[in-house]
């Protein structure tokens, strides 16, 4: 049987890096996307063998298109796109101009319709599938996110128009919305009021890890979920369950 090839893009850290490792223990190979060649390098040891490194910026539709080709000439097929590159800028509304708006738009947002659109004619050989990540920020409104909880609100939706269209190409379309992530990067901007908060406001009392997402992510592009397609997952600890609104998170 032909190995099955994932491609996540954002890979050289954080989510993108577990969800690129738990691809390989599953006997993935693993097509490893990252614009941060540094980072990407370091990643690149940890994953080891399975796993071939790509260098590109997702917003730029001629490097997304040429990543696509790149990775198709090192593996000759994609069975899964993970679309998990993002930037995380946050700040209050009125300060947020229109340049801050379209650098969160151009990655969060542009960055997973080009890949999507480039990877299309590969999944359909395949039938295979295509994950995007969004946010909780994208379920319901919080402070500080004007730009980045309306990119990944938008990321939702485009899940489901490509479910709705590409079903009949046997293409799966899906989103998995992760809640508060215990990344190096959330650690190190959380104040411990902000860190307490969020342990009052989930229902599990804690951060979701790297692992847990990435547990929910090869899943819905397995073949275990062979008959979902367009589905919005939050893995969150049940935190879009409980409100919204938390002082702590005001800035």
Known sequence: MTQRVALVTGAARGIGLATAQLFLEEGWLVAALD????????????????????????SDPHSGAGAIADVLAKFGR???????AGVADFGPIEETDFA???????????????MSQAAIPALKETRGAILNIASISGLRASTLRVAYGT??????????????????????????CPGPVRTKLAMAVHTQDIIDAYHDAIPLNRYG???????????????????????????????????????????
Do not use: H
């Open 151 to 176: 990119s990944k609100a938008a990321v939702i939706q485009l899940t489901k128009q490509q479910a709705a269209e590409l079903g009949e190409y046997g293409i799966r379309a899906n989103c998995v």
């Open 35 to 58: 614009r941060d060649a540094d980072e990407l390098t370091k990643a690149g040891q940890t994953l080891g063998q399975g796993a071939s490194l790509f260098t590109a910026d997702v």
């Open 78 to 84: 994609i069975d899964a796109l993970v679309n998990n």
């Open 209 to 251: 890890t790297e692992r847990e997402i990435a547990e929910v992510i090869v899943f819905l592009c397995s073949e275990r979920a062979s008959y979902v397609t367009g589905q919005i997952v939050a893995s969150d600890g049940g935190f879009d369950s409980t409100g919204v609104g938390l002082p702590a998170l005001r800035g």
């Open 100 to 114: 801050r708006w379209r650098a969160v738009m151009a990655t969060n947002l542009d960055g997973v319709f080009l």
